[in-house]
């Protein structure tokens, strides 16, 4: 009779090889299927949809490097000051460029008149009730319905009126965003009533003539009880012309922190209207929202 030994030590190495090439393929499914169905391509675009019976717009920069993973990326969605544009508040932070660095996806909106509804500020946006935070969703939504946003790494950022809209949307869109960091602006609704705590950066000049400095510490102050910070503090020094207060135990492990830039005026740090500056807000807020993941 003819032993079957060498046959029955096959069968296992080849049953292994199978269950190695199915685990594979599975893999590959995942990552694939992700992604699957958004078809987005890099590029710079404006985009127009409708919300809130109005046509709005924003800007959609999408560099190379968010797209050669086929992985899910993070977005970043930035806020113009009044009378500024999406245009102008992605040349002036320079965040395009930096996504292009780091591969992320950027969006700035455009607010109505040159402005963003953030509660008591500012018009005509605000006096026309325009519903800001609906927008925010709906380019958000709308992005993701062509590129593959990771949802856990969506964050936002903006400057003057736009960080007080950045604020709102920390009282209002916590379920959206993963961290917030507003620059040169301070809470400008009440009640602020967040869904969950969340990681927040507020930037602020100290010798900022349209926004006082004490309006972000009371701003600071406000999130430390909203997001149910202890006592314990620790500081920073990111640049020599820059000191950060942080709140280290906050709920659900979150931080609050406020970062003091010395020497400016009612500027975006270490942007296009003052590149030389020491402290650069642009890397700082990237900084800070690569570290907190939602």
Known sequence: MRSISTSTSVAPSLVLLALAVVLAACGDEGSVGACAGRTGVAGTRTITLESGGLERSFLLTVPDSALASGEPVPLVVVYHGVFGTAEVIQAVTGFPEKAAAAGFITAAGNGVGESWNAGVCCSPASDEHVDDVGFTRDMVAAIES???????????????????????????????????????????????????????????????????????????????????????RESSQPA?????????????????????????N??????????????RATDAVWEFFSAHPG
């Open 146 to 232: 062509e590129y593959c946003i990771d949802p856990a790494r969506v964050y936002t950022t903006g400057f003057s009126n736009g960080a007080a809209m950045v604020f709102r949307l920390a009282c209002e869109a916590a379920d959206l965003f993963a961290a917030f960091s507003p620059v040169a602006g301070s809470l400008a609704i009440s009640p602020c009533m967040p869904a969950e705590p969340r990681p927040i950066e507020i930037i602020n000049n100290v010798s900022d003539p349209v926004v006082p400095f004490l309006l972000g510490q009371i701003s600071f102050n406000e999130f430390l009880g909203l997001d149910g910070c202890s006592p314990a």
């Open 240 to 264: 020599a012309n820059a000191s950060c207060e942080i709140a280290p135990e906050c709920a659900d492990g979150v931080t609050t922190s406020l970062c003091a830039v010395e020497g400016l």
């Open 266 to 279: 009612h500027q975006w740090p270490g942007g296009a209207t003052n590149p030389l500056g020491p402290f």
